[in-house]
Nanobody, 121 residues
């Protein structure tokens, strides 16, 4: 069984920083793209940032220049460094990954349980 375990959420004042982590636990052969999504109350889940296995990144326009996604392939972990946080960044943040855990060539998509980020004004 594979799980994506997130950590690092919390309450922070506007202008502050937080770092989210997400580690894949269990047997993992390989991980392709890893990403962070977020969902605010009453809104649809949206892509925040994505990183390929080779390190290519993509960001939502609303977080460009403030958030940085990175990964440690040896640790099967993805990070999201969030700086200059705004109240509108308040949401539950979810980790997402395409990974192979039972067969090396069979990739499935997995979600973490979510971690709350609250930014006060």
């Amino acid at each position: 069984q594979v799980q994506l375990v997130e950590s690092g959420g919390g309450l922070v004042q506007a202008g502050g920083s937080l770092r989210l982590s997400c580690a894949a636990s269990g047997r993992v052969f390989s991980i392709n793209a890893m990403a962070w999504y977020r969902q605010a109350p009453g809104k649809q889940r949206e892509l925040v940032a994505l990183i390929t296995r080779g390190g290519t990144t993509n960001y939502a326009d609303s977080v460009k220049g403030r958030f940085t996604i990175s990964r440690d392939n040896a640790k099967n972990t993805v990070y999201l460094q969030m700086n200059s946080l705004k109240p509108e960044d308040t949401a539950v943040y979810y980790c997402n990954a395409d990974l192979a855990h039972d067969l090396p060539w069979r990739f499935n998509n997995y979600w973490g349980q979510g971690t709350q980020v609250t930014v006060s004004s």
